[in-house]
């Protein structure tokens, strides 16, 4: 398998488990805060498509798709939120009123992974697309850590539905 295929395979198994994960949510597991304070599933869910959107966007050099779903959303927020560093207050604003937005949203950041992905060889893994870091981050590594990230919040989402059907 070539890289391509590889970076494929990993970003369709998110999407896997991303639709798993958000099968028959209702407003209550969307909105529950494991301990009062903990995030809850929807923003979970919300986060993760908002970094993938936002980070595929900036690899690709195209808009993100959140600026076609914002609206939708019922969220003011703009482009430059994805959620990192949120406060509760903030995490609490981040109401998603049917579960199928989140999905249809993150299909959408799907297709725009894949086309993306598409372009990738291994100058394009090489090229460096942050230079704030020691090294600097190259867009492969950037991919492996939207990945990570992705999986990790899953992870927590999938916990947090986990507790809430028992």
Not at 48 to 66: G, T
Not at 74 to 99: C, F, K, M
Request: glycine letters at 10%; one cysteine or more; hydrophobic letters at 35%.
């Amino acid at each position: 398998m070539d890289v391509r295929g590889l970076l494929t395979e990993g970003f369709g198994r998110i999407t896997e488990l991303y639709v798993d994960v958000a099968d028959g949510l209702d407003d209550r597991m969307l909105h529950h805060r494991p301990d009062g304070t903990g995030n809850p599933i929807g923003w979970l869910l919300w986060h993760l498509a908002r970094v993938q959107d936002d980070h595929i966007a900036h690899l690709a050099d195209q808009p993100q798709v959140w600026s076609q779903w914002q609206e939708r959303f019922g969220l003011d927020n703009g482009t430059d939120d994805i959620g990192y560093g949120h406060t509760s207050e903030q995490v609490d604003a981040v109401r998603i009123s049917d579960p199928e937005l989140l999905t249809g949203y993150h299909y959408e950041v799907t297709l725009a992974t894949a086309r993306y992905l598409q372009t990738v060889d291994e100058a394009e893994l090489e090229r460096e697309v942050d230079q704030r870091w020691d090294p600097p981050v190259t867009a492969g590594m950037r991919l492996v850590s939207i990945q990570g990230d992705c999986l990790q919040h899953l992870g927590q989402a999938a916990y947090v539905k986990g507790l809430l059907q028992h």
